[in-house]
T-cell receptor
Framework: DVKVTQSSRYLVKRTGEKVFLECVQDMDHENMFWYRQDPGLGLRLIYFSYDVKMKEKGDIPEGYSVSREKKERFSLILESASTNQTSMYLC???????????FGPGTRLLVL | DQQVKQNSPSLSVQEGRISILNCDYTNSMFDYFLWYKKYPAEGPTFLISISSIKDKNEDGRFTVFLNKSAKHLSLHIVPSQPGDSAVYFCAASDGPGTYKYIFGTGTRLKVLA
């Protein structure tokens, strides 16, 4: 079974803090994704990566950056957290040529 | 503008009956569609997919129908069970060269015992 893990289930941070969200997958997948889920808005793509050290902006990249130094790990960074970044963050991965994405359990982030 | 729409935010169905969840899209280039189920405080779980070369795909109690001319897909769950109560998302992709998906806003299904 594909396993995608996220470092924290719940996080509380203060405005202006730098926040790191970590995602690890154990299936040697080439593609990794970061989404945020908000009520009434569904899942929106923040960033994705097709390969190590490679990244591409999704639909809502503003205020975020990412890092992929190893194939299995994809990090989402909030450089200076703001209250409008309070959300559920979901990481996903997929294999090369595969059309199905597999999701981690999510991190619920609250920015005060 | 929302390219993938799930116009019903919620749906209630009696246990044992059919649940029909709908999804509309605007981009005729979308060629692959996924349905996910999501429980509270968990990540989405893949349910079933369909390629645009098909009009139906079935997996156990779950069937997805695709009507390309209407740009409409639906997920049928028969028979519905209380454990099916969750939020369901449809997602669409516009080609094998991209792995990006556009997600709908979700429909909350409640199956009443």
């Amino acid at each position: 079974d594909v396993k995608v893990t996220q470092s924290s289930r719940y996080l509380v941070k203060r405005t202006g803090e730098k926040v790191f969200l970590e995602c690890v997958q154990d299936m040697d997948h080439e593609n990794m994704f970061w989404y945020r889920q908000d009520p009434g808005l569904g899942l929106r793509l923040i960033y994705f990566s097709y390969d190590v050290k490679m990244k591409e902006k999704g639909d809502i990249p503003e205020g975020y950056s990412v890092s992929r130094e190893k194939k299995e790990r994809f990090s989402l960074i909030l450089e200076s957290a703001s209250t409008n970044q309070t959300s559920m963050y979901l990481c996903a991965s997929s294999g090369q040529g595969a059309r199905t994405q597999y999701f981690g359990p999510g991190t619920r982030l609250l920015v005060l | 503008d929302q390219q993938v729409k799930q116009n019903s935010p919620s749906l209630s169905v009696q246990e044992g009956r059919i649940s029909i969840l709908n999804c509309d899209y605007t981009n005729s280039m979308f060629d692959y569609f996924l349905w996910y189920k999501k429980y509270p405080a968990e990540g989405p779980t893949f349910l079933i997919s369909i390629s645009s070369i098909k009009d139906k795909n079935e997996d156990g109690r779950f069937t997805v129908f695709l009507n390309k001319s209407a740009k409409h897909l639906s997920l049928h769950i028969v028979p519905s069970q209380p454990g099916d109560s969750a939020v369901y998302f449809c997602a669409a992709s516009d080609g094998p060269g991209t792995y990006k998906y556009i997600f709908g806003t979700g429909t909350r299904l409640k199956v009443l015992a």
